[in-house]
């Protein structure tokens, strides 16, 4: 079946450094990976959307890479802020498909 | 973008009993998904409601237990059925943005309701 594999322990790191998370999928082909930030109480809010045939898209602070060959995907933010403290996702999806969501890793960015 | 909204945004329920969540979209969508969030859990898709048919359940979910309106293209509703402490979690009704030509489309969230059967 498939699986998504996020780390389940919290990210602390130190404010003004580079955050990376991983997404790791086996049993699975996705067409492309999504990332979401969710904060307590709130749904998630989409962040950034990479395809198969991309190797890295970045957003403002935000880089998210898609190994393929891996079955991976990390998402990279730099210059960390405590604001940045939050759950994010990740979701391979094949077109057709629903999305799956990976339960997510807490970031902890401390000042 | 789309905004969502979702009523009630909490609720304590006692077993046995069942609990309608609506769901409001601000733009007209085809499709509307409602998911449960355990608490350190991912998202698990309840199913997927178009309007003007039935709604789509996945494994582990029916329609008996989870019951779903979706009355026009702005609007849906899950009701939770005969609750039991089991059913405890976050609720939240999505939708796509169906802007995106190529596919991958990215999914908006309501705020979600979180239920507490005792």
């Known amino acids: 079946s498939q699986k998504i594999e996020q780390n389940s322990e919290a990210l602390n790191i130190q404010e003004g450094k580079t955050a990376t998370l991983t997404c790791n999928y086996t049993?699975?082909?996705?067409?492309?990976l999504q990332w979401y930030r969710q904060d307590p109480g709130r749904g998630p809010v989409f962040l950034l959307l990479?395809?198969?045939?991309?190797k890295e898209k970045r957003k403002e602070r935000l880089k998210v890479t898609f190994d393929t060959t891996l079955k991976q995907s990390l998402f990279h933010i730099t210059a960390s802020q405590p604001a940045d403290s939050a759950t994010y996702l990740c979701?391979?999806?094949?077109?057709?498909?629903?999305?799956?969501f990976g339960a997510g890793t807490i970031l902890r960015v401390k000042s | 973008s789309a905004v969502i909204s979702q009523k009630p945004s909490r609720d304590i329920c006692q077993r046995g009993t069942s609990l309608t969540i609506q769901c409001q979209v601000d733009?007209?969508?085809?499709?509307m998904f409602w998911y449960r969030q355990q608490p350190g859990q991912s998202l698990t898709l309840i199913a997927t409601?178009?309007?003007?048919?039935?709604?789509?359940?996945e494994s582990g979910f029916v329609i008996d237990k989870f019951p779903i309106s979706r009355p026009n293209l702005t609007f849906s509703t899950l009701t939770v059925s005969n609750m039991s402490p089991e059913d405890s979690s976050i609720y939240l009704c999505?939708?796509?943005?169906?802007?995106?030509?190529?596919?991958?489309?990215?999914?908006?969230f309501g705020p979600g309701t979180r239920l507490t059967v005792t």
């Open positions: 999505s939708v796509e943005d169906r802007q995106t030509v190529s596919g991958g489309y990215e999914q908006y």
């Open positions: 049993n699975y082909s996705p067409a492309y």
């Open positions: 990479i395809r198969e045939n991309e």
């Open positions: 979701a391979p999806g094949e077109y057709g498909n629903k999305l799956v």
């Open positions: 733009s007209q969508v085809t499709m």
């Open positions: 409601a178009n309007q003007g048919s039935e709604a789509t359940y």
